[in-house]
């Protein structure tokens, strides 16, 4: 069955860093890759997508490559902030089918 | 413009009691969802809908029904409420632009006792 890993539930780094999170997936072929950000007692919201021809995307502070051949995505968050503390959603898709979500990773940025 | 609104927020039911929780959109998206996330777990998708008068089950849909009369509203129904369905629920609707970008709502936080 298909499966998604996110490599952390929890990461924990210093403001003025980049935040790395990872998202690793087996048995699917995403036609696309989205990001969401959860914030404690609030629903997801979207951050970025990145379609499986695409290597990179950038929104920002932002950053998300695309490996379809190593089947993993990494978010980066460059000069992360206290503020960007959150728990960061991977999500797949294809056409014509509802997401599916990894469990997410707990960044927590300290000052 | 509101967006994606669940009702209630928050709710403690007793074992097989039954209730309703309802979802509303005002951006006429077609696409509805009903997800759960419990602790350490992910979103699970219960069930969703592409349009009104259609419903299709999701990964997990035991234990609740759905429909879907009109564009905006999308409640979900749970029969003989079971402690296994605590669990916070997410409503979602898939917005029109190309990113497939889903817009969820708050959520409602579930406790059966």
């Known amino acids: 069955s298909q499966k998604i890993e996110q490599n952390s539930e929890a990461l924990n780094i210093q403001e003025g860093k980049t935040a790395t999170l990872t998202c690793n997936y087996t048995?699917?072929?995403?036609?696309?890759l989205q990001w969401y950000r959860q914030d404690p007692g609030r629903g997801p919201v979207f951050l970025l997508l990145?379609?499986?021809?695409?290597k990179e995307k950038r929104k920002e502070r932002l950053k998300v490559t695309f490996d379809t051949t190593l089947k993993q995505s990494l978010f980066h968050i460059t000069a992360s902030q206290p503020a960007d503390s959150a728990t960061y959603l991977c999500?797949?898709?294809?056409?014509?089918?509802?997401?599916?979500f990894g469990k997410g990773t707990t960044l927590s940025v300290s000052s | 413009n509101a967006g994606v609104t669940q009702t209630p927020k928050f709710r403690i039911l007793k074992i097989g009691q039954s209730m309703t929780l309802q979802c509303a959109q005002d951006?006429?998206?077609?696409?509805m969802y009903w997800y759960r996330q419990d602790p350490g777990m992910g979103l699970k998708l219960i069930y969703y809908?592409?349009?009104?008068?259609?419903?299709d089950k999701g990964e997990v849909p035991n234990g609740y029904n759905v429909s879907r009369s009109t564009t905006e509203d999308f409640p979900l129904r749970l029969e003989l409420a079971a402690p296994s369905q605590t669990s916070v629920y997410f409503c979602?609707?898939?917005?029109?632009?190309?990113?497939?970008?889903?817009?969820f709502g708050e959520g409602s936080r579930l406790t059966v006792l």
């Open positions: 999500a797949l898709g294809q056409a014509g089918t509802a997401l599916i």
């Open positions: 048995n699917y072929s995403p036609a696309y």
């Open positions: 990145i379609r499986e021809n695409e």
């Open positions: 951006m006429n998206h077609n696409y």
């Open positions: 809908s592409v349009g009104a008068g259609i419903t």
């Open positions: 979602a609707s898939l917005g029109r632009s190309n990113t497939g970008e889903l817009f």
